[in-house]
């Protein structure tokens, strides 16, 4: 049965072979085809062998063709460096070693004719073997030809088929060598023929797999860590079944109890000690060290590494957690503690893995053990300093706290741009051992990429409470603004009383705008709100006409501001806002004009849209300033100005689905066009966008 089975393997991996060498187009050579007609005649030598036992004539005639098609594949060969043409005798031997082996049909013609007859077929099958030897012989003379006359360069393409050629005819020759000298086939030898063909398959493979720098075995350290594993336990199962059957064989009464103790025990330990982390730890660090040249699988370390620290969302560990676990997953460490800089110097706790138990005090590391370690980028190992083998480490560096608790092992430091960014406290591994320059120098590495990342979240928090006092602040410029608005209101009512108070129509403006400015300083709270999210308010539908000449009669004996014309215009907005926006315009406006120059006001429609034109006869302003400046928070051309009304007012317009335009000219005056969507426009749009949403 084992004889069929590795008939029929050997004969599947050369049928692949062959296959792969006649399709692949990637393999090139004079003996291709030579090979993959080779590797197929084997394995239809192999199938039959398996299908008819090995005795048949159909057995020996496949055997023979195989062996010519072996040969013919060795004479491709030398055409490798057109040695073929170059040298005489070797298609000469070729064609003689051929002929010896097309022998072989005369024989088994013979062997048919003559088989009732025990004499004959002895001879007949003396004279196979010796055919057989002549043409091994003959082939592994030209297979060392192939080789050793090849040049330096060629060798390296030759070497594997000609290992692969040797391998079939030395195997032959020792098995026909054996067959002549005993009379007869060995037949352990007979049934183990397919380990030759199989043996030419790899030794093929390897060389059509081979790479410009040699095809080396290098096992990845997860692959020699799980082989490993399984050799022990079939090591171990392999001892308990030979112990098991000695106590059975020892005799006496009591032998199956022992033998069935002796299992249970050995199973209890197995149970117990596998599983255990320092054994897999020991494990892990034996074959390190002794398999591979470095310890450490830096792609595997890399990917493990960027995965751990880029494993971000609402599941997941913060991130400062993370990168403790990123340098303890390198060495094994089941724990660990982030230690970053305070305020006010030194280094406090900022992040715990896995370590709740370990007591830190307020200031973990004062500022010249922080300084130690930024200026000097050493990781320190602490079961040095407990065995005295480490000098020159200053007290500070090193605190009590860090051996009140015997499991600390390393402290590893941050370093972004020569700066400390943190330090990093390993508990120790399952299976300790000594930190050596392996150790250090991808700790450094990673310790300077972790830094990074740090710093990048550090500047990010400050960014994002730079932000978030950017928002006060334009909040607080925003009420200032408007208080300032209702102050030049009242100042300018205040100068206007003194010369018109007496006149009735004066007295009745003055109770509008002061009921008017006790509105909105009323409102300015709720507002405040507003200047976070402009626009956020419910819009409602209304007559954009009426609120203009609410706004226009705001400024009625203070300064002339004329509504030239009112067309009829419903827009679905923020009313508020918007006459907040229509307020900073014409204000600007005011103050930009003479006093006996009016401010003119144009409301339109135009399509889809109201147009609003807000027009002065001022000092104008410059291409320059409009484009580098006037939307510009905190930047005004007024004396004391906010430089907030124009921007304010234009993120109150798009907040809207309005758009804000200016036109000016150096000392000709200021148009802004204030456009907004109807309401007709407005339902369109949105109903446009809900479909679009919908179908999407």
């Not at 059957?245 to 109890?257: F, K, M």
């Not at 079961?383 to 390393?410: C, E, M, N, V, Y």
């Not at 990093?424 to 590495?445: H, K, N, S, T």
């Not at 409301?603 to 807000?614: E, P, V």
Request: charged share 20%.
């Amino acid at each position: 049965m084992a004889s069929y089975i590795g008939f029929i393997i050997a004969a599947c991996a050369a049928v692949a072979m062959g296959l792969w060498l006649a399709t692949n187009p990637r393999t090139k050579g004079p003996a291709i085809t030579a090979s993959a007609a080779a590797l197929v005649m084997a394995a239809l030598w192999c199938f039959a062998v398996a299908g008819f036992g090995g005795d048949s004539v159909v057995d020996e005639a496949l055997l023979v063709a195989s062996n010519l098609a072996w040969l013919w594949m060795l004479y491709r060969l030398f055409g490798h460096d057109e040695r073929d043409k170059s040298l005489g005798p070797i298609r000469p031997v070729v064609f003689v070693l051929g002929f010896v082996e097309l022998l072989q049909f005369a024989l088994i013609a013979a062997r048919l004719q003559y088989a009732a007859q025990p004499d004959a077929d002895i001879m007949i099958a003396r004279f196979a073997f010796t055919f057989r030897l002549l043409m091994c012989i003959g082939a592994l003379v030209l297979v060392h030809n192939l080789y050793a006359g090849a040049s330096q360069q060629a060798r390296l393409a030759l070497r594997w088929p000609a290992a692969a050629l040797g391998a079939v005819f030395l195997y032959d020759l020792n098995f026909y060598t054996i067959a002549y000298l005993g009379g007869g086939q060995p037949v352990i030898l007979e049934d183990l023929r397919w380990v030759a063909v199989l043996a030419a398959v790899g030794l093929l493979g390897l060389g059509l797999l081979r790479n410009e720098s040699d095809l080396k075995f290098r096992p990845s350290r997860g692959f020699a860590f799980q082989s490993f594993s399984l050799l022990l336990i079939g090591a171990y199962l392999v001892v308990m079944v030979v112990v098991a059957q000695g106590l059975a064989y020892a005799g006496s009464d009591y032998g199956r109890i022992l033998q069935t103790g002796f299992v249970l025990l050995a199973s209890l330990v197995a149970l117990t000690v596998l599983p255990s982390a320092k054994l897999r730890g020991w494990l892990r660090v034996t074959l390190s060290k002794n398999l591979f040249q470095h310890r450490y699988d830096y792609r595997s370390e890399w990917l493990r590494f960027t995965d751990t620290i880029g494993r971000a969302g609402q599941q997941s560990v913060p991130l400062l957690e993370r990168a403790v676990q990123a340098i303890a997953d390198i060495t094994d460490s089941p724990s660990g503690l982030l230690l970053t800089p305070r305020e006010e110097g030194g280094m406090a706790l900022a992040a715990r893995w896995q370590w709740p138990d370990i007591d830190v005090p307020g200031e973990a590391l004062d500022a010249d053990g922080a300084r130690f370690f930024e200026d000097s980028q050493f990781i320190l190992d602490l079961d040095d300093l407990r065995k005295g083998r480490q000098d020159g480490i200053p007290p500070q560096a090193s605190p009590p706290w860090l051996f009140a608790d015997a499991s600390t092992w390393a402290l590893v430091p941050l370093l972004h741009y020569e700066r400390l960014v943190g330090v990093i406290l390993l508990a120790r591994p399952p299976m300790a051992r000594r930190l050596d320059w392996e150790d250090f120098d991808l700790l450094r590495v990673v310790g300077r990429q972790l830094a990074s990342y740090l710093a990048e979240q550090t500047s990010q928090d400050a960014l994002g409470e730079a932000q978030r006092f950017d928002e006060f602040n334009r909040r607080i410029a925003f009420v200032m603004h408007d208080i300032k608005n209702l102050a030049s209101q009242l100042s300018l009512l205040a100068k206007n009383a003194e010369k018109h108070a007496d006149k009735p129509e004066f007295r009745a403006d003055m109770i509008i705008t002061l009921r008017n400015s006790t509105d909105k300083l009323t409102a300015l709270l709720a507002r405040l709100g507003r200047y976070g999210s402009v626009g956020g308010q419910e819009r409602q539908e209304f007559d954009l006409a009426q609120l203009l000449g609410k706004v226009a009669a705001r400024y009625r004996g203070q300064h002339e501001v004329t509504l030239l014309s009112h067309e009829p215009a419903r827009v679905r907005a923020d009313a508020d806002a918007l006459e907040q926006a229509l307020v900073h315009l014409i204000q600007n406006a005011i103050e930009a004009s003479s006093a006996g120059e009016p401010v003119l006001l144009d409301l339109r429609t135009d399509g889809g849209s109201a147009l609003l034109q807000i027009v002065d006869s001022g000092e104008g302003m410059s291409p320059d300033f409009i484009r580098t400046r006037l939307f510009k928070p905190f930047h005004s051309s007024k004396p004391g100005g906010f430089g907030i009304g124009a921007f304010e007012a234009r993120e109150l317009v798009r907040a809207m689905g309005g758009r804000l335009d200016v036109e000016s000219r150096e000392g000709l005056g200021t148009r802004f066009v204030l456009r907004l969507p109807l309401s007709e426009a407005s339902a369109l749009l949105r109903t446009m966008q809900d479909t679009i949403r919908e179908v999407a």
